[in-house]
Antibody, heavy 117, light 106 residues
Framework: QGQLVQSGDEVKKPGASVKVSCKAS????????INWVRQAPGQGLAWMGW????????KYAQNLQGRVTMTTDTSTTTAYMELKTLTSDDTAVYYC??????????WGQGTLVTVSS | DIRMTQSPSSLSASVGDRVTITCRAS??????LNWYQQKPGKAPKLLIY???TLQSGVPSRFSGSGSGTDFALTISSLQPEDFATYYC?????????FGGGTKVEI
């Protein structure tokens, strides 16, 4: 069925970077893409981007272009999302999710990133 | 970008009620429409994909309909565990936008 396990919560200062990991298990990692979604406190879901676990192709949300980088390590079946130049507006829970049949069928448990001075 | 408009933003209902949530896309998306349920402090859960296909393990009281620009999620008989927030999402083209959410309350 598949499982995604994310790294732990983070607290960062404005201007810093954060890198969140998403470890996949229970399925063939390179058969599916990984998407990243974030949710600010009390707000809805916002798609951040997608990476192909097969060839590393990426697509990012336009409002994050230049600040976000998504990568994968097929040897460890882990996806990563790095976000740079953090501001308080980046405080959110960050989720990874597997893309299957054009939907996000498996989700990580979420990683809270708090940006505060 | 495709915009997704969900309505209502919240609703009050009782156990046993039939509930319908609608989602409208700003342009045609064929059947590339998904529905998710999210409970407080938890990750979203896929309920319906490609407008009307029930995800494995999801109770049959959930159903999806629509194509083109207008879609609906129906819960035929609301159960206590269904009180949550529901999101639609288009997967026709990037960015994969979500609707604003519908909070279903008692």
């Amino acid at each position: 069925q598949g499982q995604l396990v994310q790294s732990g919560d983070e607290v960062k200062k404005p201007g810093a970077s954060v890198k969140v990991s998403c470890k996949a298990s229970g399925y063939t990692f390179t058969n599916y893409g990984i998407n990243w979604v974030r949710q600010a406190p009390g707000q809805g879901l916002a798609w951040m981007g997608w990476i192909s676990a097969r060839d590393g192709n990426t697509k990012y949300a336009q409002n994050l272009q230049g600040r976000v980088t998504m990568t994968t390590d097929t040897s460890t079946t882990t996806a990563y999302m790095e976000l740079k130049t953090l501001t308080s507006d980046d405080t959110a829970v960050y989720y990874c999710a597997r893309l299957k049949s054009d939907a996000f069928d498996v989700w990580g448990q979420g990683t809270l990133v708090t940006v505060s001075s | 970008d495709i915009r997704m408009t969900q309505s209502p933003s919240s609703l009050s209902a009782s156990v046993g009620d039939r509930v319908t949530i609608t989602c409208r896309a700003s342009q045609t998306i064929s059947n590339f429409l998904n529905w998710y349920q999210q409970k407080p402090g938890k990750a979203p859960k896929l309920l319906i994909y490609r407008a009307s296909t029930l995800q494995s393990g999801v109770p049959s009281r959930f159903s999806g309909s629509g194509s083109g620009t207008d879609f609906a999620l129906t819960i035929s008989s609301l159960q206590p565990e269904d009180f949550a927030t529901y999101y639609c999402q288009q997967s026709h083209s990037t960015p994969l936008i979500f609707g604003g959410g519908t909070k279903v309350e008692i």
